[in-house]
């Protein structure tokens, strides 16, 4: 059986290209809501309404930082896409969403990179 990997990650928020992604988590949650009645032998679950985030790593370019962290700072609001192979085109889209927040990280040698948050607001789109 193939595996399936990701390769060429890619993102946008709003106009803005997240470049150099390496490594992307996306998390999707349901409330669940749970009731119980008097005489009942067992508990009953209801799923509520869902919500979705991702976070991305990413290692930021000498000449764009500036403007690419500018573009993605917290309560940024605009349009997100995603994609685990660039190629393949966007597997995620989200028609609203805002950046929940945004670390860097600096060594004293190295690369420097920067995480971001990014909260749905609304649907999520998965092809």
């Not at 790593?57 to 605009?78: P, R, S």
């Not at 349009?79 to 660039?86: E, I, K, L």
């Not at 420097?112 to 789109?125: E, F, I, N, R, S």
Request: glycine letters at 12%; hydrophobic letters at 40%; charged letters at 10%.
């Amino acid at each position: 059986m193939a595996k399936y990997t990701g390769s060429n990650l890619a993102a946008t928020f709003g106009t803005t290209g997240i470049t150099a992604v390496t490594g992307m988590e996306t998390t999707e949650s349901a409330d669940v809501y749970t009731v119980s009645c008097a005489g009942g032998s067992y508990k009953s679950r209801a799923v509520g309404l869902v919500d979705a985030q991702f976070t991305l790593t990413f290692v930021l370019d000498t000449t764009t930082h500036a403007t690419l962290l500018a573009k993605i700072a917290a309560g940024t609001t605009g349009a997100f896409t995603a994609s685990t192979n660039v190629t393949a085109g966007a597997q995620y889209s989200v028609a609203s969403s805002f950046i929940e927040s945004l670390n860097t990280s600096v060594p004293v040698e190295g690369f420097v990179t920067g995480t971001v948050t990014v909260g749905v607001d609304g649907a999520l789109t998965t092809t």
